[in-house]
């Protein structure tokens, strides 16, 4: 009946992090939610057809930056615009202003952008994207979606520079807002009880009904990521609903629980990154070290080897499931007998269902690596005093010219950018801060004396020191130290060298080297996660330091198991 997503916001302030929770609400209240959403969507674009003007766009970029609603500023204008939306009650008219004037307000960059080739289209239409997002700090994207909306305007001859009249905003009508009601759990347009004590989620929302509004009612059982998120000190905010059309033409509609996290404060006097070089395939996920300006670690590797192994053996079953069903649509062209295409249909249903349900299986087995390993990196990071983490800042627009298959199908689909996301959310959640540096020869730079040289497979043998490194051991450590070196230019500290530090390990410095020989690495992440947990964990990616069948002696199991 319901599932949940979680998705990383911004706040309005810097100290504070949203995550939004969704839930799938029951088929029974579509059609009331329907003519909610054809209300709101004829609502919003009423009005942006009247306030998209210079005036109104400037008066809410100034109030933007006092920090005020929008609806209060297109509240006061509303009464003499003469728009005509029915009868609505004040707090969905309300919702309907602030809906509106965020859209307005989504309009500054691409003006900006906008504003800046047209004063000289003939060249900046052609110059690289690239450069001109750099030069006005945006986004290559949006730079791009410009050039071209200009270069179609050129070849109509209808290029004008006042962009309010080229462009109109649009809004596609597949959300619906509450920010602009009452108080949460007494509002006038929702109200949303979270009862921890009951485990229910209750939510009611007005909707249009023969001429007059009505309420109707919501009863769920809370999820448990969003019961973990509000026993941790999270704040429900204002939810709102989104439809969403699947690829089969059904649509859904979610309701979206936003719950605010206060970000803990980040000493600054103490700089510890624990960089980690990102290199999946069927022998590794990554390679971590801790590094700091005393110094940086031995490395840990991180492995799914049996969960990988298990996703490609489902690969290969969906590739041959993809050969049966060509042959089937290849036999119902030819068949000419009702009965025999029948029984055609039917097997092609049954192969269809299989092939869904191995998809399924695949996709729960990638997140389940995914939660996991991030949960153990955070865990890690938090264990031996980190304040940063550190990754590579790489992005893939083409797939990666790796020669071997594998790779390139786990990192470019699914792997890098879930993780960056994944990471950079949860370690604000847990009063890290995560750092992205750039990729630019951390692999064929030796960390000990910064010369280059080119790694042979797994190795790094440096060919000027002689120093023999694993490869993704040696660029973990290069990212951390560009990670550290930007902090403490940040910071206008001495930055750190590229030499090799005195010694790895040092009996007198156990905070800098994390795994110490002995029994020590076991007991640290004990302090964090149960031991029943820390098992369960390793099941699903192993950790070098930490052995499973070590981990097995600290308990004696029953012949239950």
Request: proline content about 3%.
């Amino acid at each position: 009946m319901s599932n949940i997503c979680i998705m990383a916001k911004k706040s309005k302030s810097n100290n504070n992090l949203i995550l939004s929770y969704e839930l799938t609400l029951p088929q029974r209240i579509y059609c009331q939610l329907d003519r909610l959403f054809i209300v709101f969507k004829h609502g919003v674009r009423t009005c942006l057809e009247v306030f998209w003007n210079e005036a109104i766009f400037n008066l809410l970029g100034q109030d933007k930056q006092q920090k005020q609603s929008a609806c209060a500023v297109l509240k006061s204008l509303f009464p003499n615009t003469g728009i005509n939306l029915g009868y609505l009650p004040s707090r969905v008219l309300r919702n309907i202003l602030e809906q509106t004037g965020e859209i307005i307000r989504t309009q500054g960059n691409r003006k900006k952008i906008f504003d800046y080739i047209v004063k000289d289209p003939e060249v900046r239409v052609q110059e690289d994207s690239k450069v001109i997002a750099q030069r006005l700090g945006e986004s290559t994207l949006m730079v791009l979606n410009v050039q071209r909306q200009i270069q179609r305007l050129m070849k109509k001859d209808a290029l004008i520079a006042d962009y309010f009249k080229v462009t109109r905003p649009s809004f596609d009508g597949n959300v619906v807002i509450t920010t602009a009601d009452d108080n949460i759990k007494t509002g006038q347009f929702k109200r949303l009880i979270v009862d921890l004590q009951k485990n229910l989620v209750i939510f009611k929302i007005k909707v249009p009904d023969r001429g007059t509004w009505k309420w109707i009612k919501v009863r769920h059982f809370i999820p448990d990521n969003l019961k973990v998120a509000l026993l941790t000190g999270g704040q429900v905010q204002a939810p709102l609903i989104k439809k969403i059309t699947l690829k089969s033409g059904f649509t859904i509609y979610k309701l979206v629980i936003p719950v605010e996290f206060k970000l803990k404060s980040l000493d600054t006097t103490v700089l510890r990154v624990f960089s980690t070089d990102l290199s999946p395939s069927e022998t590794r996920l990554a390679v971590a070290v801790i590094v700091d300006k005393e110094g940086y670690s031995r490395p840990v590797f991180f492995k799914a080897t049996r969960l990988i192994k298990k996703i490609e053996r489902i690969l290969t079953e969906i590739s041959h499931l993809e050969a049966k069903i060509d042959n089937i649509r290849f036999q119902l062209t030819y068949t000419i007998s009702k009965t025999h295409r029948d029984l055609l249909k039917v097997r092609l249903n049954h192969l269809f269902q299989e092939q869904k349900l191995k998809w399924y299986k695949v996709k729960n087995l990638r997140k389940g690596i995914l939660e996991i390993f991030t949960n153990e990196i955070i865990t890690l990071a938090k264990i031996y005093g980190c304040t940063h983490i550190a990754i590579e800042n790489l992005k893939f627009k083409n797939l990666p010219s790796w020669r071997n298959s594998k790779f390139r199908r786990h990192f470019s689909e699914w792997f890098y950018s879930k993780v960056e996301t994944k990471l950079e959310y949860k370690a604000k959640k847990h009063g890290l801060r995560f750092i992205t540096v750039s990729s630019y020869k951390n692999s064929t730079i030796c960390h000990s004396c910064g010369k280059e040289t080119k790694p042979d497979g797994l190795t790094f043998v440096c060919s000027h020191c002689g120093e023999k490194f694993d490869r993704d051991y040696n660029a973990s450590v290069n990212i951390g130290i560009k990670a550290l070196n930007q902090l403490l230019k940040k910071n206008n500290k001495d930055i750190v060298g590229g030499t090799k530090p005195v010694v790895y390990m040092t009996e007198g410095n156990p905070g800098r080297i994390p795994f110490r020989r002995g029994l020590a690495h076991f007991k640290a992440p004990l302090t964090v996660f149960s031991l029943l947990t820390l098992m369960a964990y390793i099941k699903v990616v192993e950790i070098s330091t930490l052995k499973f069948r070590n981990l097995t002696k600290w308990i004696s199991l029953d012949k239950s198991g």
